[in-house]
């Protein structure tokens, strides 16, 4: 299972780092994504990082303000995001995927945990 952590309050203009790391002896797994979702919004899919540091962004909107990378001797990914804006205001969360381009950047399995929440506000 795979938790998102580093959430927090951030100012309109500011920066984030979160990271996801998986509980226990879990396996690495080829592929993981991230995922937010937006009070009253559906859950969206960001992008996903597969092994051999290959990157998938679902826009190149994201692409510009969103950037993924994983360690894979620590078995963490991360998601930096740059030029947060109110908008951007969300429950992120991390899982592993079916695979790590298009359609198939989307949850392996059914688990989501808790995610880490961003708050973008003045």
């Known amino acids: 299972q795979l938790q998102a952590s580093g959430g927090g309050l951030v100012r309109p203009g500011g920066s984030l780092m979160l990271s996801c790391a998986a509980s226990?002896?879990?396996?690495?797994?080829?592929?993981m994504g991230w995922f937010r979702q937006a009070p009253g919004k559906e859950r969206e899919v960001i992008g996903c990082?597969?092994?051999?540091?290959?990157?998938?962004y679902s826009s190149e909107a994201v692409k510009g303000r969103f950037i993924i990378s994983r360690d894979d001797l620590k078995n963490i990914m991360y998601l930096e995001i740059t030029g947060l804006q109110p908008e951007d205001t969300a429950r992120y969360y991390c899982?592993?995927?079916?695979?790590?381009?298009?359609?198939?950047?989307?949850?392996?399995?059914?688990?989501w945990g808790q995610g880490t929440l961003v708050t973008v506000s003045s």
């Open positions: 990082a597969s092994t051999g540091d290959y990157i998938w």
């Open positions: 899982a592993p995927t079916d695979g790590g381009v298009g359609r198939y950047c989307r949850n392996s399995g059914d688990y």
């Open positions: 226990g002896l879990a396996k690495s797994h080829s592929s």
